[in-house]
């Protein structure tokens, strides 16, 4: 499956961003997918993921309560809503997939990358 993500920008501290995760050659319903996030000069770091099998979500502790990821299988996309954004949020924004049902926060256990959306938080 091909993925491509969308939807970064430019946004005040405290604003909102929707970013979108589309497949395409694949059913992504079928895979578990996650997004990550790159800040210049710093590793790769999980965001938040979403199971193929409709379990609960998992997120890092700094997005927790303010992060939402979730499906539209009739888009086959997967969403990650960013709501009360902080200028330590600026990244370039990853969605990726596997095609198992257990989540990992791990980079290294997925397969499938989209090309990376960029997000800037200005203060």
């Known amino acids: 499956v091909q993925l491509q993500a969308s939807g970064g920008g430019l946004v005040e501290a405290g604003g909102s961003l929707r970013l979108s995760c589309a497949a395409s050659?694949?059913?992504?319903?079928?895979?578990?997918v996650a997004w990550f996030r790159q800040a210049p000069g710093k590793d790769r770091e999980f965001v938040a993921a979403i199971s193929s099998s409709g379990g609960a979500p998992r997120y890092a502790e700094s997005v927790k309560g303010r992060f939402t990821i979730s499906r539209d299988n009739a888009e086959n996309t997967v969403d990650l809503e960013m709501n009360s954004l902080k200028p330590e949020d600026t990244a370039v924004y990853y969605c990726a997939a596997r095609p198992f049902t257990v989540l990992h926060t791990s980079f290294r256990s997925y397969s499938n990358w989209g090309q990376g959306t960029l997000v800037t938080v200005s203060s």
């Open positions: 050659g694949g059913t992504l319903s079928r895979y578990s």
